[in-house]
């Protein structure tokens, strides 16, 4: 497979953007360094678009399409199985980009290209996802009927966390429906979006339809305020997910902003003990806690607190920390050297907030330059702590204690963010008043990261979203598509004009 950098200097290859079918090839005023997580090193260096290079972008989609809006749906949904393909066989290549400038495990890389995939499935059945309603004769020799059309070009603006993932569950919904998308992926891990629309390209897309600029706030802005850009969609921190929201809605365009989280694990006495702390560890320290499922709190009711404490102990202190690509590893490191260090300020702050550090993570990068930061566990957190609320995105996992059922939702739905969250209990009757009470958008029982399949929308509440539209599923496809409604009358009209308001 071919890749789509430039060669900079010898030793770090710049990756730059894809406009129009074709890799830029233009000396950028300004680029960031990527690194690998593992090293701590800079192995790339990823071009920043300016706003010239953006309108480029833009022109390039706009050009593109009306042909594609044109494409029948037979021949866009044969390009889409065409790409599942390609990325399918390319899915470790993709996995390896991932672990190189993300950092997380290969097996995590893959499953994060395998549930993007899932999204291109769903983007295969575009024909049946199109259908539109048809009512006869509403008025005497009167049809009425609904189509969805696409809005133009549509942009994608997309964190460091899951580098193909969340990419997917926007463009092959957005370009299923028959848009041109231009995607701004995360500057931290820039080289597996730039595969994904080769892949694309290889598989039939059409020059032009989708294209990628690299870059900062610069690139977000310019998109943002663009005129020929339709709709944002949008995934990354909270303050960045409510700029994207007001800037690009202020400018007139349908917007949806996905944003941060502090996901909630509710467990009660009555809970298998064992398997929530298989789970409450997978949850917790996957991907080093960079997930916006990630649970980062965990409400113990009553007795579950110290039964759940001596469960998760020992599995946390197995745990293998390592290079993504290191045999057996199961945390890799986090992202950067300066979140890494973030995170540890807050295990620092943790401490001197009073709460009881049980394990602590902060000596796992003694002897190595790269990123890691151990496993950390905190009892006895209180919800003033700024462990508890802040989204710290790291392997930092924080216990409440509470003394009721009734405190525990209570606490879940003060929260500032409503993405994710999960009961454990053997409890039907618990799990039913959960499910019904909670105020957070996606909800786990007895399953710690119900991440939805892409068959249906993914999405939170409060300020974990901004905007109506939550991402692929249907919901998707509404997004990226506006309705029409058709009113005809083919037989010919009474001779002579009507005044009057038409009725039935
Ligand atoms: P981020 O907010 O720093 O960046 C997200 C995107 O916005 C990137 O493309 C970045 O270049 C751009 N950006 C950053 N600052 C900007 C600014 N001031 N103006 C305009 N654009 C800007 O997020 P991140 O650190 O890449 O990703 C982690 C965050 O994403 C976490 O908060 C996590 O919870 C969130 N996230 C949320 C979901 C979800 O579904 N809700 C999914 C994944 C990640």
Request: glycine share 10%.
């Amino acid at each position: 497979m071919t890749t789509t950098e430039d060669t900079r200097t010898d030793e770090v290859t710049l990756v730059q953007h894809r406009i129009g079918g074709a890799v830029t090839s233009e000396n950028p005023e300004r680029a960031g360094d990527v690194y690998d997580p593992a090293t701590g090193r800079v192995t790339k260096q990823v071009a920043f678009a300016s706003p010239d290079t953006v309108d480029r972008a833009v022109a390039a989609a706009a050009g593109a399409y009306p042909a594609w809006r044109d494409m029948p749906l037979a021949r866009r949904a044969r390009t889409m199985f065409a790409f599942r393909e390609l990325l399918q066989q390319h899915k470790e290549e993709l996995a390896r980009l991932i672990t190189a400038e993300h950092g997380k495990v290969l097996s995590d890389a893959m499953g994060e290209v395998e549930r993007g995939g899932e999204v291109v499935d769903f983007a295969c059945g575009l024909p049946h996802l199109l259908k539109g309603e048809f009512s006869e004769n509403v008025s005497t020799g009167v049809d009425t009927y609904s189509i969805r059309q696409p809005l133009g070009v549509v942009a994608g603006i997309t964190p460091f966390n899951f580098p193909a993932m969340v990419p997917m569950w926007m463009f092959p919904i957005a370009i299923a429906c028959g848009n041109a998308f231009i995607l701004k992926p995360s500057e931290k891990a820039p080289s597996a979006p730039n595969m994904l629309v080769e892949l694309f390209e290889r598989a039939g897309l059409p020059a032009g339809v989708m294209n990628v600029v690299h870059g900062d706030k610069v690139a977000v802005d310019s998109l943002l305020l663009h005129k020929d850009v339709a709709a944002v969609s949008s995934v990354g921190s909270t303050p960045v997910a409510r700029y994207i929201y007001e800037a690009a809605s202020g400018a007139g365009k349908r917007v949806q902003a996905l944003g941060g989280a502090k996901n909630h694990m509710v467990v009660m006495p009555d809970a298998d003990m064992d398997a929530t702390a298989d789970a409450v560890v997978g949850s917790a320290y996957g991907s080093a806690g960079e997930r916006c499922m990630a649970i980062s709190a965990v409400v113990a009711v009553g007795p579950a607190g110290d039964a759940l404490i001596d469960a998760v102990k020992p599995r946390i202190k197995a745990l293998h920390v390592d290079a993504g690509t290191a045999d057996g590893a199961e945390m890799g490191p986090l992202v950067t050297g300066a979140h890494r260090d973030k995170v540890v300020s807050f295990v620092d702050a943790g401490v001197s907030e009073g709460a009881e550090l049980v394990l602590d993570g902060r000596d796992a990068a003694a002897g190595s330059d790269g990123f890691f930061l151990g496993p950390c566990l905190f009892d006895h957190v209180e919800p003033s702590m700024s462990i508890y609320q802040e989204e710290i995105f790291g392997p930092v996992l924080s216990v409440v204690r509470v003394e009721t059922f009734d405190e525990a939702v209570e606490l879940v739905n003060s929260n500032p963010y409503g993405n994710g969250t999960a009961i454990f209990t053997s409890s039907g009757a618990a799990a039913r008043a959960f499910q019904r009470e909670i105020q957070v958008g996606m909800v786990g029982i007895n399953v710690p990261i119900p991440v939805p399949m892409a068959f249906y929308s993914f999405g939170g509440w409060k300020n974990s979203l901004f905007g109506d539209a939550h991402v692929h599923g249907m919901d998707g496809v509404r997004f990226y598509t506006r309705s029409k409604v058709v009113t005809s009358r083919w037989p010919a009209p009474p001779a002579g004009s009507q005044l009057g308001f038409p009725t039935n």
